[in-house]
């Protein structure tokens, strides 16, 4: 089977890792991978800590509520979308664009005008005035034409941007298990406190999930894995 289907067809939440050690090189591959996954606007919009020292992933396995894969893992992984990053992501990528023989200036100036309509759009405004605004602006245009409706208020750019940080958890996951190196997604820990820990703002940042990373313990037997058959899950049209 191709490589790739191979490890999307193995990978299994496992619930019990053995110690074992994840060396810098595979951590790199590891992460990479997940950057390299699409985002909407290429925007990248979140950040992920790799909680791999004995200490620290003692807290965090605590405040994932002490499950078994939080607590052997070898390490942990807290995926966050984060929408404070946009302006530096598009400031990032204009620089990039500039130093890049490929772009043309009127690529660049176009890219430049398109940053810059989407930071006003994201403007939430005080007290979400601004997203108030927008939506009626937006719903009146929908009215008129064939039109989605961007992001307008906080919680719409939390949700948007929980597509592409999921998006990243899953090329993580796929990675490492081609890598030989298990998983397991956590939604269960207290997002309060492990914001607290990590020090993010609730203006910006919401944590998606925790990844548990390790090797499976031999002494774990994965249950036969169930899926709803492809007709209940899928419409061909
Ligand atoms: C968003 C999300 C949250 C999850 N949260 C937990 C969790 O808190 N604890 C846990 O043991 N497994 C968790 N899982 C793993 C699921 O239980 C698991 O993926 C599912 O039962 C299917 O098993 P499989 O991935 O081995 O096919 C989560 C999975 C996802 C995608």
């Not at 074992?20 to 290429?42: D, G, K, T, Y």
């Not at 530096?88 to 430049?112: H, K, P, V």
């Amino acid at each position: 089977m191709n490589g790739i289907l191979e490890a999307i067809f193995e990978r299994r939440a496992v619930k019990v890792f053995a110690p074992a050690e994840i060396s810098e090189e595979m951590r790199e591959q590891i992460l990479n991978a997940a950057r390299h996954a699409p985002s909407s606007f290429n925007s990248q919009p979140y950040r992920l800590y790799w909680v791999g020292t004995p200490q620290e992933k003692a807290v965090v396995a605590e405040l994932c509520m002490k499950q078994m894969p939080a607590e052997t893992a070898s390490a942990l992984v807290v995926a966050v979308a984060d929408i404070g990053s946009l302006a530096a992501t598009s400031q990032g990528q204009l620089e990039w664009m500039r130093n890049n023989s490929e772009f043309s200036e009127a690529t660049i100036r176009d890219y430049e005008r398109t940053a810059k309509i989407g930071r006003i759009l994201c403007m939430p405004g005080p007290f979400g005035i601004f997203g108030a605004v927008k939506w009626g602006m937006f719903w009146l245009l929908n009215l008129l034409t064939v039109m989605g409706m961007p992001p307008l208020f906080r919680h719409d750019f939390f949700k948007w941007a929980t597509k592409s940080t999921s998006l990243a958890c899953e090329n993580l996951m796929i990675a490492a298990e081609a890598l030989g190196i298990n998983t397991c997604p956590m939604e269960g820990f207290d997002g309060r406190r492990l914001s607290e820990y990590l020090g993010l703002s609730a203006r910006y940042h919401e944590i998606v999930m925790v990844i548990a990373v390790g090797k499976k313990s031999p002494a774990y037997a994965a249950p036969p894995q169930w899926r709803r058959p492809l007709e209940a899950t899928v419409t061909i049209l």
